[in-house]
């Protein structure tokens, strides 16, 4: 569970992690994306060789639990923001990960194929009504993603495609009210995929897998 120890110091996942002001607080919920990564990774890749990319690494917190779950993976993290590669690179090294750290937007720094891609990008709508503690707490680089929230899920949907191992797992977190829409863009961008919505411990529709496991 993620527990609030000092004033920057977070468990997630058992690890600690320092978060400062640059870099998304970890959240509980996201805890439940990393349980659900460990499951379909265990069930489907019994071979030692497998690759995770993670986008949008903030403090590193899921990038640094899943290889302290699976240290025999090769794992990039990447995040748009040096200041927050730069954070998740110190976590990273005191949880004594070997995870390769790099500045990138999106895909723009990337040029291999993944077999999990996982992201918990930006996606509260612009001038959505925050409460002042995360307005206070967060940097607004991780949390507004455009009009309706979505801006960044558009451009990963569209570029996906091209990093993607033949059997693969994408692994998404969202906003509650956002299933309707997603799917919509997957109509656009990914038409013939295979895919599942996930509910949150609150029963809201939180998390989205897509995949190629056989
Ligand atoms: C909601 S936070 C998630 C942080 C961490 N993964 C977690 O779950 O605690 C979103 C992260 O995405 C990063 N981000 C924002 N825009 C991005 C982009 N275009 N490409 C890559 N990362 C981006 C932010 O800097 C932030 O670290």
């Known amino acids: 569970m993620t527990n609030l120890k000092k004033s920057n110091q977070y468990f ?9 002001k640059n870099v998304f607080r970890p959240r509980f919920e996201t805890e439940q994306l990393v349980d659900c990564c460990q ?11 497998f ?16 290889a302290k779950i699976f240290p025999q993976a090769e ?23 070997k995870i390769q750290w790099k500045k990138s937007n999106l895909f ?43 801006d960044l899920f558009h451009k990963f949907f569209e570029q996906v495609k091209n ?20 799917k919509n863009l997957l109509k656009i961008y990914l038409p013939k995929i295979r895919y599942n919505f996930l509910k949150d411990y609150q029963k809201q529709d939180r998390f989205l897998f897509i995949y190629n496991l056989y």
Not at 77 to 89: L, Q
Not at 113 to 125: C, G, Q, R, W
Not at 167 to 176: N, P, T
């Open 12 to 20: 997630f996942y058992k690890t600690k992690l320092i978060v400062d």
């Open 39 to 49: 499951e379909i990774i265990k069930a489907f890749w019994k071979e030692n060789k």
């Open 51 to 66: 690759s995770i990319l993670e986008i949008g690494t903030g403090s590193g917190a899921i990038a640094i639990s899943l």
């Open 75 to 97: 794992i990039v993290g990447t995040d748009v923001y040096w200041k927050a590669i730069n954070c998740a690179k110190k976590n990273g090294d005191k949880a004594g990960t």
């Open 108 to 150: 723009d720094n990337i040029n291999q194929k993944f077999n999990v891609i996982v992201a918990n990008l930006p996606y509260v709508a612009d001038g959505f009504s925050l409460n002042k503690d995360v307005l206070d707490k967060d940097p607004k680089i991780a949390l507004f993603g455009g009009k309706n929230g979505l």
């Open 163 to 182: 990093f993607l191992a033949d059997r693969f797992v994408i692994a998404l977190e969202f906003g509650w009210d956002q299933k309707s829409e997603l």
